[in-house]
């Protein structure tokens, strides 16, 4: 069972489990202004997502102490895709204190650990650790900040804009 909350719920918690093998496993639906507000994930362990991870759209959201291992893996999806561990979208969202290993995209696609897609204003990466990606964490909003976080094997760990609040490695 995948976890997908519709455009109306709020203040939802999905807490704990494993999910395995999903398209996304866990997707929180919204579109702008994005009515979903102040849902949590945490402590889920999230293993091989044929496309993103988390999808997650919805205002001042928190992902946090999440494990999600081998996205975009196994490839069964076409060629030239782009795949993301944690995908995020909405304003005020914040990714605390989580692991993503081993983002691979489909083709010429490219993995992306962490990123922070349409409306993402005033979001936070904070104390998060991605290795083997393309991208670490990846932003388009001067506003959104990442902190403490830690990157290994990955080619591009921030940017391209972003404010990088300090003590990233």
């Known amino acids: ?3 997908t ?3 109306e719920a709020g203040n939802s918690t999905i807490k704990n489990g494993t999910l ?3 398209y996304y496993a866990i997707h929180i639906s919204d579109i702008a202004p994005y009515a979903s507000r102040a849902n949590v994930v945490e402590d889920v362990r999230v293993d091989r997502s044929t496309s993103n991870g988390l999808r997650i759209a919805c205002r001042g959201c928190v992902v946090r102490r999440n494990q999600v291992v081998g996205s975009g893996q196994p490839r069964v999806l076409g060629t030239n895709r782009d ?3 944690v995908l995020l979208f909405g304003p005020g969202n914040r990714v605390i204190d989580n ?3 081993s983002v691979k995209g489909y083709g010429t696609g490219l993995g992306y650990g962490i990123g922070f897609g349409l409306d993402t204003e005033n979001c936070a990466a ?3 650790r ?3 990606a393309a991208f670490g964490v ?3 909003f001067s506003s959104t900040k990442y902190r403490d976080n830690l990157t290994l094997g990955v080619l591009t760990p921030y940017g391209p804009d972003g404010t990088d609040a300090g003590n990233n490695h």
């Open 1 to 3: 069972l995948k976890v």
């Open 5 to 7: 909350i519709p455009v």
């Open 20 to 22: 395995r093998g999903f």
């Open 83 to 85: 795949v993301y561990g």
């Open 99 to 101: 692991d993503v290993v």
């Open 126 to 128: 904070v104390n998060n």
């Open 130 to 132: 991605i290795s083997e």
């Open 138 to 140: 990846t932003t388009a």
